[in-house]
C-alpha cells in the first residue's frame, strides 16, 4: 500500500470522529481523513471526515496507481459522542502514537489498548501507528484486524511514515520500533544505528506532541535510546521518559514466587536497577514475599545473588529456544503493567521500576542518564522516586557496574545528544540472549 495525496483543503478531524485515516507524507500536518468505500479502482475518490455541521469538502482524485488506498467500513463513519447516551460519559479521547505499529509487540500491545484494558471502559482512544515504507500494507492489515475486533472506544486510527504527522498532539508515545541486532553487529553500532531513529523521533515529539506527553522506549538499548530521545526533545519535561524495564520485574517476581513456593501477587517492592542489559540489578534485598523481606522467606542468599539474577537475564533467550520466537507477548503486557503503573495510584507501601533520568535522584547515582529505579505514582502519569529503600555493600557493587555501563554507552551516542564526539569504550558485550 502507498499513501494517497490528500487535497490540502481537508480539515483536521474534531475530537470525537471515528475513522481510519492514512497519512500523506506530503502533508505539513497529521490530517485525518477517510477514503471512500467505492470499488478498487486507480481513480478511488477520497473524502475528509467532517462532523454532522460543518461542510464536506472534495478531495483531488488520485491518479497514481500505487496510491490506491481503501476504507473500511466503521472506521469510515462520523459521528458525536456526546449525541450518543452511552457515550456521553466518556472522558474525552486521547491521541497514543505507537511505533513499530506492525511488529509483534504491536500485533499484542494495539488490542489491549482498543479494548479498554489498559486506559479504562470510558477513556476513548485515536490511534496513531507509526511504520516504515516497507510496513504501510502491514499496517493496513493492522487497521482491518482493529475494524474488525468492533472495539466500542477505539475512535481513530491513523497509519503513517513521518514521525512529525504521526506525533501530532500525541499524549502518550510507545517507542517500540528498533532494528535488531543482527549477526556480528557490534553492541556500538547497534547504539548508533537505533540512536539516529530515536534522535530523530525525539525532535519530531519535542515539535509536534503534547507538551506534557509520556513516552515509554520499548525499542533496544532502551536506556540509552529513551536517554537520546529526551536529549532531542527539550520542550518536554524530561521526567516524562521511561526505559521499559518492566518485563524484567515481571520475571523476577516470577522467580522469586516459585522459589518460595508462592503465587507472585504475594511478591512486591521488586525493583530492578540500572541498564535493560546482563548489568541489571534485580534488588531482592527490598523486596517482600507476603509482607516479609525476601532474605527472610529465601534463606538460600547463593541461589539470590547467583541464580536468580541469571534466570532473569537469560529468560528471553530460553523463551526463544522453546518457542522459536522471541518474547513479544510478554513485553506487550508489561508496557501495559507500566502505563497502568502511571494512570494508577500505587498501592500504599509498594513501588514499580521503570527507567527514568537520574538527575536529583537520591540515591547517589550519576545524573544524565536513564537509569531503572524504584518509584511511586499517585495516578496522574507523573511519578516519585521512593525514598525509603536500604542497601548493602553487594547491591552497591552492583549497582556501580551497571551505571558504569550506562556512563560508557552515553559517551558512546555523544554525537546524538549534543555532547560532542562519541567515544566508544564500553565495558563488555551485555544484550540480553533474548535481543539478538
Known amino acids: 500500500m502507498a499513501v494517497a495525496e490528500l487535497n490540502p483543503t481537508c480539515s483536521k478531524s474534531l475530537l470525537y470522529s471515528s475513522q481510519v485515516s492514512f497519512i500523506s507524507r506530503n502533508l505539513p500536518r497529521h490530517r485525518h481523513c477517510a477514503f471512500a468505500p467505492l470499488h478498487r479502482t486507480q481513480h478511488a475518490r477520497i473524502s475528509c471526515s467532517v462532523a454532522p455541521n460543518e461542510v464536506q469538502v472534495q478531495a483531488v482524485q488520485n491518479k497514481d496507481p500505487k496510491s490506491k488506498s481503501d476504507c473500511y467500513g466503521v472506521f469510515c463513519l462520523t459521528y458525536d ?56 500494507q502491514a499496517l493496513e492489515g493492522v487497521a482491518m484486524e482493529l475494524e474488525d475486533s468492533l472495539f466500542p472506544l477505539l475512535r481513530e ?78 520542550n518536554i519535561p524530561a521526567k516524562n521518559f521511561h526505559a521499559l524495564t518492566r518485563l524484567d520485574e515481571n520475571r523476577a517476581k516470577c522467580q522469586l514466587a516459585l522459589k518460595a513456593g508462592v503465587f507472585y501477587d504475594k511478591v512486591s517492592n521488586m525493583t530492578i536497577w540500572g541498564n535493560h542489559s546482563t548489568t541489571q540489578v534485580p534488588d531482592f534485598l527490598n523486596a517482600r514475599i507476603d509482607g516479609l523481606p525476601v532474605k527472610d522467606v529465601i534463606k538460600d542468599q547463593k541461589w539470590l545473588e547467583e541464580e536468580f539474577t541469571e534466570k532473569i537475564q537469560k529468560r528471553g ?61 499517585n495516578g496522574d502519569g507523573d511519578y516519585e522516586l521512593v525514598k525509603d529503600v536500604i542497601f548493602d555493600d553487594y547491591l552497591r557493587q552492583r549497582i556501580a557496574k551497571t551505571e558504569a555501563e550506562l556512563l560508557a554507552e552515553k559517551r558512546c551516542v555523544a554525537h546524538l545528544t549534543g555532547e560532542g564526539i562519541a567515544v566508544c569504550d564500553l565495558p563488555g558485550d551485555t544484550m540480553l540472549p533474548g535481543e539478538m
Open 81 to 136: 459522542l456526546k449525541a450518543e447516551e452511552e457515550t456521553r460519559s466518556w472522558k474525552k479521547l486521547i491521541n497514543i502514537a505507537v511505533s513499530g505499529a506492525a511488529g509483534m509487540i504491536s500485533n499484542h500491545l494495539l488490542f489491549k489498548l482498543a479494548s479498554g484494558e489498559v486506559f479504562g471502559p470510558d477513556q476513548p482512544i485515536a490511534l496513531k501507528l507509526l511504520g516504515s515504507e516497507r510496513s504501510l
Open 317 to 377: 533467550g530460553v523463551l526463544i529456544q522453546k518457542w522459536g520466537r522471541s518474547s513479544a507477548a510478554s513485553t506487550a503486557v508489561s508496557i501495559v503493567d507500566a502505563i497502568r503503573s502511571l494512570i494508577t495510584p500505587t498501592p500504599k507501601g509498594d513501588w514499580f521500576s521503570t527507567g527514568v533520568y537520574t538527575n536529583g535522584n537520591p540515591y547517589g547515582i550519576a545524573e544524565d542518564i536513564v537509569f531503572s529505579m524504584p518509584c511511586r505514582s
Open 157 to 234: 486510527v491513523s497509519i503513517g511514515i513521518d514521525p512529525y504527522e504521526v506525533f501530532q498532539d500525541a499524549e502518550w508515545a510507545l517507542l517500540i520500533g528498533a532494528k535488531p541486532r543482527g549477526p556480528g553487529m557490534e553492541r556500538a553500532g547497534l547504539l548508533d544505528i537505533n540512536g539516529q531513529i530515536f534522535a530523530g523521533q525525539g525532535k519530531a515529539i519535542n515539535a509536534v506532541a503534547s507538551r506534557n506527553v509520556k513516552v515509554i522506549v520499548v525499542g533496544n538499548p532502551c536506556n540509552t535510546n529513551a536517554l537520546i530521545c529526551l536529549k532531542n526533545a527539550p
